[in-house]
C-alpha cells in the first residue's frame, strides 16, 4: 500500500470528524463519535455540533444537559470535555492517572496535605448538594485550618470526578460554575471501559494515526503495549515514514474530493488530538493557532487545512485570514461565515461577517 501524504490524511480525517459533509446524526451521537468535545469554555462546543450537524439547534444541547444526558468535567489531557452521560462514567476513570500526574505536584502535596482526607471531607460536603470551587474550598478549610481554600478546591476538583452542572453551559441561560460528583449527579458508579475501546474509539474519529497522536490526544502513556497485543488493527506509513494504526474498514475518501469551508470552534478537538498536526495546521502558522499562553482560538478550513481564525461579537463574525484568498474561496468563506454569525447570534440582534 503506498504511503499516506498529509493531504490524503486530510480527507480521512475530515470525513471520519464529519467535516466534509454535515452528518444526519443526534448531537449526542456526535458527542460519543468524538469520544467527547474540548470545552474549557463553555459554549464552543455548540459551534462544533453545528459545523457537524445537519439541522442542530442550541435546544438539543441545552437538553442534554439539563436532562443530564451530557456532563462537562476533567477529562484528556486533563482538560474539559463535554461527554455523554456513559462516556462520563467509563472514561474519567481510565484517564485519572493523567489527570493525577498534571495537577497533583510535589508544591500541591506540600499546600494541601493528604489528598485523600481532602476527597474525603468533600465527598460528605457535597452530599448536601452542588457547590461552587470557592464554596467548597471554603468549607474544606473550615475542616482543615491552614491551608488555602483554592488549593483544597483543586485537589477536590482534580481527585474526584467532580461534574459542572446547569445552568453552566446552557445556551442563553449560564451561571456559576458548580460541582457535583458523577455517581450522585447521574445516579451511577464510575466503571472503567477498557483500553482497546478507547484506542479503536480513537481511531474511528481521528484515524489513523500514530501510538504518539493516540497519547497526545487522551494523555495517557505506554500504549503502544496495547495497542501491539490489539487484534483487528492495520499498520500503514506516512510519506515520512511513520507508522500509522487504523481500522480495515474505516472511511478513506479520494485525497482529490472536493472540501468545504468549515468553521471550527475555539480549542476543536481535530486540531489537539495530534502530535504531529500537520495534516490540518500548515506548518508556516502553527504558532499563529497554538500560542505560548496555551489558547487556541477559532478557526476556518480552506480546502481542509486551518486558514485563519475568527471571532464573534455582538453578531458580527470577523475572519482574520493568513494568507492569500481567491475570489472563489472567499465568498465561500463569507458564505459560511455568515451562517455561522446567524447561528451565534441572539434571536433580536442583526447578524454579519468581515475580513480583516
Known amino acids: 500500500m503506498s504511503p499516506y501524504s498529509d ?28 469520544v467527547g468535545m474540548q470545552a474549557q469554555a463553555p459554549y464552543p462546543p455548540y459551534t462544533g455540533l453545528w459545523t457537524r450537524l445537519r439541522d442542530f439547534r442550541h435546544q438539543e444541547l441545552a437538553d442534554l444537559l439539563t436532562g443530564r444526558e451530557a456532563v462537562r468535567l476533567l477529562l484528556h489531557r486533563g482538560t474539559v470535555h463535554l461527554v455523554s452521560t456513559a462516556d462520563c462514567l467509563t472514561l474519567r476513570p481510565m484517564v485519572q492517572p493523567v489527570i493525577d500526574r498534571m495537577y497533583s505536584t510535589a508544591r500541591a502535596a506540600r499546600e494541601g496535605g493528604d ?12 452530599e448536601n448538594g452542588p457547590m461552587t470551587h470557592k464554596e467548597l474550598g471554603e468549607a ?11 488549593v483544597l ?92 494504526l487504523d481500522l480495515p474498514d474505516a472511511l478513506r475518501p479520494d ?39 496555551g489558547i487556541v482560538p477559532g478557526s476556518f478550513l480552506v480546502d481542509g487545512r486551518v486558514a485563519g481564525t475568527w471571532r464573534a461579537d455582538d453578531g458580527v463574525v470577523t475572519l482574520t485570514p ?8 472567499t465568498s465561500e468563506v463569507e458564505e459560511e461565515g455568515a451562517a455561522l454569525a446567524a447561528f451565534l447570534a441572539h434571536p433580536r440582534q442583526g447578524a454579519g461577517v468581515r475580513i480583516v
Open 115 to 126: 489528598p485523600a482526607v481532602i476527597t474525603e471531607h468533600a465527598l460528605e460536603l457535597l
Open 153 to 244: 478546591g483543586d485537589v477536590a476538583r482534580t481527585r474526584l470526578a467532580l461534574v459542572q452542572v446547569p445552568p453552566r453551559a446552557v445556551w442563553g441561560r449560564g451561571g456559576a460554575t458548580r460541582y457535583a460528583t458523577a455517581e450522585t449527579w447521574l445516579g451511577r458508579p464510575l466503571e472503567p471501559a477498557g483500553l482497546p475501546t478507547l484506542i479503536r474509539r480513537y481511531l474511528t474519529a481521528f484515524g489513523p494515526a500514530t501510538v504518539g497522536d493516540i497519547q497526545a490526544w487522551c494523555g495517557l502513556t505506554r500504549l503502544r503495549e496495547v495497542t501491539d497485543s490489539m487484534p483487528g488493527l492495520i499498520r500503514l506509513r506516512t510519506e515520512g515514514g511513520a507508522e500509522l
Open 255 to 293: 485525497p482529490e474530493v472536493p472540501v468545504p469551508v468549515r468553521f471550527l470552534p475555539d480549542f476543536d478537538n481535530v486540531l489537539l488530538a495530534y502530535a504531529d498536526r500537520s495534516r490540518i495546521v500548515p506548518e508556516p502558522h502553527r504558532t499563529q493557532l497554538f500560542t505560548r499562553n
Open 322 to 329: 493568513w494568507g492569500h484568498l481567491t475570489a472563489a474561496q
Open 7 to 34: 493531504r490524503a490524511l486530510n480527507r480521512i480525517t475530515l470525513a471520519r470528524q464529519h467535516l466534509l459533509e454535515r452528518a444526519d446524526m443526534t448531537a449526542l451521537g456526535m458527542i460519543e463519535h468524538l
Open 140 to 150: 474544606l478549610a473550615e475542616r482543615m485550618p491552614g491551608t488555602l481554600p483554592r
